[in-house]
């Protein structure tokens, strides 16, 4: 990342002349949840992010349980 967007983190200060993301009108943040909760949108978006950019590659992020935590 070039830092030209910013971050979402509450603990990073934007670039120079920016604002954090969350003072932007546009960035839609209390619709997250429900776009989120229609999963069937949500594995299209997949999907086409893969097809543009290549399926996720590398190991999981530390703390993330997987598809089947516990097994």
């Not at 949500?42 to 999907?47: A, G, S, T």
């Not at 086409?48 to 598809?67: H, I, K, N, S």
Request: contains cysteine.
């Amino acid at each position: 990342m070039d830092g030209t967007l910013g971050a979402v983190h509450t603990d990073a200060t934007p670039p120079a002349g920016l604002k954090p993301i969350w003072k932007y009108p546009d960035a839609h943040v209390g619709g997250f949840p429900r776009c989120m909760a229609d999963r069937a949108a949500v594995e299209r978006w997949k999907q086409t992010f893969a097809l543009y950019f290549g399926e996720v590659r590398g190991e999981p992020t530390p703390g993330w349980l997987g598809l089947h935590p516990g097994t």
